[in-house]
């Protein structure tokens, strides 16, 4: 009988973190679409610089700046310009006929792109 109550608010405790998390995850995005309500932001339309959203969409502004960090290695995988076709010279049969068979490094984060592309 002990096992079965510590069981239960075990199980209740986890269900009230979740909850928490759910309530704190709701008013982050009422508060942004509030903001969007009200305008959004004053940014021109065309407005390419990625600093002066930071201000309007501190979230996503956070999670683009972190790609900055090319770090990560696996096994299959990295976010380093690794030249994959020489790590990997079976690919360049697999795509034979592609203009990526000649030419294909590993994809990093969006913090990336425009020296990327």
């Not at 009200?38 to 969409?57: I, K, P, S, T």
Request: aromatic share 12%; hydrophobic share 40%; glycine share 6%.
């Amino acid at each position: 009988m002990k096992k079965k109550n510590w069981l239960i608010a075990g199980i209740l405790a986890i269900v009230t973190f979740l909850l928490g998390l759910l309530a704190s995850s709701i008013m982050n995005r009422k508060t942004e679409a509030e903001l969007i309500a009200r305008g959004g932001n004053d940014l021109a339309d065309q407005e390419c610089r990625n600093e002066l959203y930071a201000q309007f969409y501190p979230r996503e502004y956070d999670s683009w700046r972190a790609t900055i960090d090319t770090t990560f290695r696996s096994k299959y995988m990295s976010s380093q310009d690794d030249d994959l076709l020489e790590l990997r010279p079976e690919m360049v049969i697999l795509w034979a006929g592609y203009a990526f068979s000649k030419g294909y490094n590993a994809p990093r984060g969006h913090m990336h792109a425009i020296e990327d592309v």
